[in-house]
Nanobody, 123 residues
Framework: QVQLVESGGGWVQTGGSLSLSCAAS????????MGWFRQGPGKEREFVST????????RYAESVKGRFTISRDNAKNTLYLQMNSLKVEDTGIYYC????????????????WGQGTQVTVSS
């Protein structure tokens, strides 16, 4: 089992940057594929990015491709999301999630979730 705690959210103006972290505790972080998801006001939770357990494979939603970068440090049991050129539509609660096995873009494929961190982008 793994426990996840996100941090790094906040308020930023359009075009700004934020860096999110997800600290994992428990067993064998390096065995888990990880993902970032977000839920905007009045919207369903949606895929943002995912990374394989080794960190060698990453995938992004089209809406964030070229602006966001996912990474992980298995020695530090930490997942990251660097967000640049932020837009108002990036506003939402950002969640990190973990699953045993390969990377996946579906929220339903993940069995472990953090509590989320709020990101607010204003113009």
């Amino acid at each position: 089992q793994v426990q996840l705690v996100e941090s790094g959210g906040g308020w930023v103006q359009t075009g700004g940057s934020l860096s999110l972290s997800c600290a994992a505790s428990g067993r064998a972080f390096s065995s888990y594929a990880m993902g970032w998801f977000r839920q905007g006001p009045g919207k369903e939770r949606e895929f943002v990015s995912t990374i394989s357990s080794s960190g060698l494979t990453t995938r992004y939603a089209e809406s964030v491709k070229g602006r966001f970068t996912i990474s992980r440090d298995n020695a530090k049991n930490t997942l990251y999301l660097q967000m640049n050129s932020l837009k108002v539509e990036d506003t939402g609660i950002y969640y990190c999630a973990a699953r045993l096995g390969g990377w996946n873009t579906s929220p339903g494929a993940y069995g472990y979730w953090g509590q989320g961190t709020q990101v607010t982008v204003s113009s």
